[in-house]
Nanobody
């Protein structure tokens, strides 16, 4: 069982930055691939970024590539999402998720989810 708690969301102007954190419980965090997803009102949950267990392999949605950076600190059981040059279309609830089995961008492959943190970008 893994419990995930996100933090770091908030209101920011376009062009600004935020850093999201996701703290995980449990002693097997390093064996989980991690990802960030987001969901805007009335929209499906969409993939943002993912990172392998060792932290050396990452992947991003085209819409955030070059602006967002995912990283992890296995010693602290935490995964991060650095978001720079934010745009109003980045406004959404951001969720972190964990999977022990596959390295994937599909929400249905992730077993554990946090409660989400709101990110609002004003124009």
């Amino acid at each position: 069982q893994v419990r995930l708690v996100e933090s770091g969301g908030g209101l920011v102007q376009a062009g600004g930055s935020l850093r999201l954190s996701c703290a995980a419980s449990g002693r097997t965090f390093s064996s989980y691939a991690m990802a960030w997803f987001r969901q805007a009102p009335g929209e499906d949950r969409e993939f943002v970024a993912r990172i392998r267990t060792g932290g050396f392999d990452t992947s991003y949605a085209d819409s955030v590539k070059g602006r967002f950076t995912i990283s992890r600190d296995n010693a602290k059981n935490t995964v991060y999402l650095q978001m720079d040059n934010l745009k109003p279309e980045d406004t959404a609830v951001y969720y972190c998720a964990a999977t022990p089995s596959v390295y994937t961008s599909r929400p249905l492959d992730y077993n554990y989810w946090g409660q989400g943190t709101q990110v609002t970008v004003s124009s």
